[in-house]
């Protein structure tokens, strides 16, 4: 059983900067395609970004693409969400997620991901 657990949320002031990661335990994870989504009070839940399981290619949600950067590292288990300029309208839980069928590129569907962290808070002030 894959776990995963986020961290790095917090408050932070409009125009600022949080990292997030998110630690993997149980599988491979160098086999994995990562991705974050998040879901605000009474919204959706929304994908942001997605990264390919070596790492290769990313994919990101227009409206973080330029402002938000996601990359992992293989040897440590670990995927990251480096988030800059954020605004208001980013404050969210943010959840970590890991699709483990083994293919070379990254998911953007919700439906196709397989395992899901418990989530972190980001809250932007204004």
């Known amino acids: 059983q894959v776990q995963l657990v986020e961290s790095g949320g917090g408050l932070v002031q409009a125009g600022g900067s949080l990292s997030l990661s998110c630690a993997a335990s149980g599988g491979t994870f160098s086999t994995y395609a990562m991705g974050w989504f998040r879901q605000a009070p009474g919204k959706e839940r929304e994908f942001v970004a997605a990264i390919a399981a070596r790492g290769n290619s990313q994919y990101y949600a227009d409206f973080v693409r330029g402002r938000f950067t996601i990359s992992r590292d293989n040897a440590k288990n670990t995927v990251y969400l480096q988030m800059n300029s954020l605004k208001p309208e980013d404050t969210a839980v943010y959840y970590c997620?890991?699709?483990?069928?083994?293919?070379?590129?990254?998911?953007?569907?919700?439906?196709?991901?397989?395992?899901w962290g418990q989530g972190t808070q980001v809250t932007v002030s204004s």
């Open positions: 997620n890991a699709e483990a069928r083994g293919g070379s590129a990254y998911v953007v569907e919700g439906d196709e991901y397989d395992y």
